[in-house]
């Protein structure tokens, strides 16, 4: 199972901007569907980007043209740059590995980003 750590969350105000960084093991990372998810406080957890099997990427409404999804296969890494943040951005991020059959994916812990003056 590919394992993923995330990091560059923290407490930014409205307005501001962050960029998360997903690290992760294993020697097929190239093969996984790569994405940003977030949970917020009391709300189920919704797809923020990501890529899908084609390559192609997508991005939920209500984060297109504030966020970016990138990665790059031979350092294992997967970052989500953040600008214009808004309070309601508030929520744990997870970067998420699709499993592809027979490589299991998986998900990181999480990293907590506060959007607050």
């Known amino acids: 199972q590919v394992q993923l750590v995330e990091s560059g969350g923290g407490l930014v105000q409205p307005g501001g901007s962050l960029n998360l960084s997903c690290s992760a093991s294993?020697?097929?990372?190239?093969?996984?569907?790569m994405s940003w998810h977030r949970q917020a406080s009391g709300k189920e957890r919704e797809l923020v980007a990501g890529f899908e099997k084609s390559g192609s990427i997508h991005y939920a409404d209500f984060v297109k043209g504030r966020f970016t999804i990138s990665r790059d296969n031979a350092k294992k890494m997967v970052w989500l740059r953040m600008n214009s943040l808004k309070p309601e951005d508030t929520a744990v991020y997870y970067c998420?590995?699709?499993?592809?059959?027979?490589?299991?994916?998986?998900w990181g812990q999480g990293t907590q980003v506060t959007v607050s003056s």
């Open positions: 998420h590995a699709e499993t592809v059959a027979p490589f299991p994916g998986g």
């Open positions: 294993g020697e097929i990372f190239s093969i996984y569907p």
